[in-house]
């Protein structure tokens, strides 16, 4: 029999708790939602008592209208909470099929108001053709591609934004580095860091990062009395390798689910796999690799 923690349906040692990154391994790149099979999986499995949670560089509000309410919508049950720790630690908020708890956010992880304002008429003056300002970020700024606009001509503009960007950090008195211009480590000295993703420009404190919302995911379940055998974490970005190893590091044992590999697989103390390990193809990627996971889990975890 399983234990179970007080009134919740979580058993409070589950098999595996799933941190998944957003855009890549759940929403589509290119559409930017979230296919119905994904939503129902989740479902599943977060029904059969597998933790889900959410670690994004996303806002609390996309999480809302991407995953927590089509979550809700295909049937939720009552008593099933699901974590979402969102601009990659600086926000969190916990929901259930009644809708989303308190937001929270760590002020002192975001970027200062004068330089997103600055960086807001930068984007309406040199870039609108091409990217939009995401004025859902509670602590980063970010500049998104439109949607119409062909990836190849976006990631060429970027490299343009990011110089201004770097540059607007400057004339503000603040110190920061472009994650892609240097060696990992060396952005110490720096307040922060440009991340620049296939589909957006992240401008964030150095303190944010996969590896904070990891340790916020352990918090929120160990708040709930939940200890997972073991994790699974899964993303498209290199960035995202930050939340196994911190699990790995804090004694959590874990695997890492790497859907865009292209970048190649780095050396790691604990296992990587990717869609080729289901027995699919090196062209199964994005959302294709995570559905496939998610889906496995299910079949697996989901009586
Ligand atoms: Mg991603």
């Known amino acids: 029999m399983t234990a179970s923690t007080p009134g919740t349906t979580h058993p409070a040692a589950p ?31 977060a029904s059969a008592g597998i933790p889900v949670l959410f670690n994004t560089g996303r806002s609390d509000t996309f999480i809302r209208e991407q995953v927590m309410a089509p979550m809700i919508a295909a049937g939720m049950p009552a008593g099933i909470v699901v974590h979402a720790v969102c601009e990659k630690g600086a926000v969190w908020f916990s ?35 091409h990217m939009f300002f995401d004025e859902t ?22 490299r343009l934004f990011d110089a201004d960007a770097l540059e ?15 060696a990992p480590g060396s952005d ?3 307040d922060y860091r440009l991340d620049p993703t296939i589909i957006s420009t992240d401008i964030e404190s150095i303190r944010l990062g996969k590896d904070l919302g990891a340790s916020r995911a352990v918090e929120l379940l160990a708040a709930q009395g939940i200890t997972p ?27 890492h689910i790497d859907v865009r590999p292209a970048d190649g697989v780095p050396n790691k103390p604990y296992d990587v796999l990717t869609a080729t390990d289901l027995g699919l193809g090196e062209d199964v ?7 496939a ?11």
């Open 168 to 182: 607007l950090m400057g004339r503000h008195g603040l110190s920061a580095t472009l994650l892609d211009h240097h």
């Open 229 to 255: 055998k073991a994790w699974r974490t899964v993303g498209d970005s290199r960035t995202d390798y930050a939340m196994a190893d911190w699990l790995h590091h804090n004694g959590h044992s874990v695997k």
């Open 285 to 291: 990627i994005h959302d294709d690799a995570g559905g």
């Open 95 to 129: 929901y259930t099929s009644g809708g989303p708890g308190p937001i929270h956010v760590d002020h002192e992880l975001a970027v200062p108001k004068a330089y997103g304002d600055d960086v807001r008429r930068m984007v309406a003056e040199d870039y609108a053709t």
């Open 293 to 303: 996971f998610l889906r496995s889990w299910r079949e697996a975890l989901v009586g």
């Open 137 to 158: 970020k509670r602590a980063m700024v970010s500049v998104e591609q439109h949607l119409d606009v062909p990836n190849e001509d976006y990631l060429a503009e970027q």
């Open 188 to 190: 110490d000295a720096a």
């Open 15 to 45: 098999a595996l708790a799933l941190l998944l990154d957003i855009d890549g391994p759940v929403a589509s790149p290119v559409t930017r939602d979230v296919r119905p099979a994904i939503i129902a999986d989740l479902v599943s499995l």
